[in-house]
């Protein structure tokens, strides 16, 4: 695990699981992971807590750069599961604004699935989530380069 890699810097919990970053922007945050056992419950499906894990990360993200880069804190997490995602299976997840407002922002965020051997565009829904986030937090003084970290991931997405 390389911890100068840009899911390393940004979000080291879905570094952890194999999470790859393809976008990020005020506007879009996407990215997607191949379910290992580690992603998994006892069935071989995609566990619900590391959907929702997924949807708060993305979502935070987009919040943060979407605030000029401020500290975001989500306050609520509405998450609907609508079909399994199998270990094997490739997840990818896509976040976007519904509402930005000065201090609370909406993101809704939406993970797909697809074999291995499928293109992309044969995707099916896996879930959908709802995060609302409190931003423009202050930055406490022993994080206080985090915004420069993020900026320059951003820059070589």
Not at 14 to 42: M, N, W, Y
Not at 64 to 93: E, M, Y
Not at 125 to 133: F, K, N, P, Q
């Amino acid at each position: 695990m390389d911890p100068k890699s840009p899911e390393f810097i940004i979000d080291q919990p879905l570094k952890i699981l194999g999470f790859v970053f393809d976008e990020l922007s005020a506007t879009r945050v996407s990215g997607h992971l191949t379910l290992t056992e580690k992603c998994c419950q006892p069935f071989k499906v995609l566990h619900g807590g590391v959907s929702a894990l997924i949807a708060e990360a993305l979502a935070s993200l987009g919040a943060g750069i979407a605030s000029g880069f401020k500290r975001v804190a989500g306050i609520h997490l509405s998450i609907h599961h609508l079909r399994p995602a199998a270990l094997g299976d490739i997840v990818f997840a896509e976040s976007f604004p519904v509402s930005v407002g000065k201090n609370i922002q909406v993101w809704e965020v939406r993970l797909w699935k697809a074999k291995k051997t499928e293109t992309p565009d044969n995707k099916i829904m896996v879930s959908t989530s709802r995060v609302t986030l409190f931003c423009g937090l202050p930055i406490p003084d022993h994080v206080k380069d985090a915004p420069d970290e993020l900026k320059k991931v951003i820059s070589k997405l």
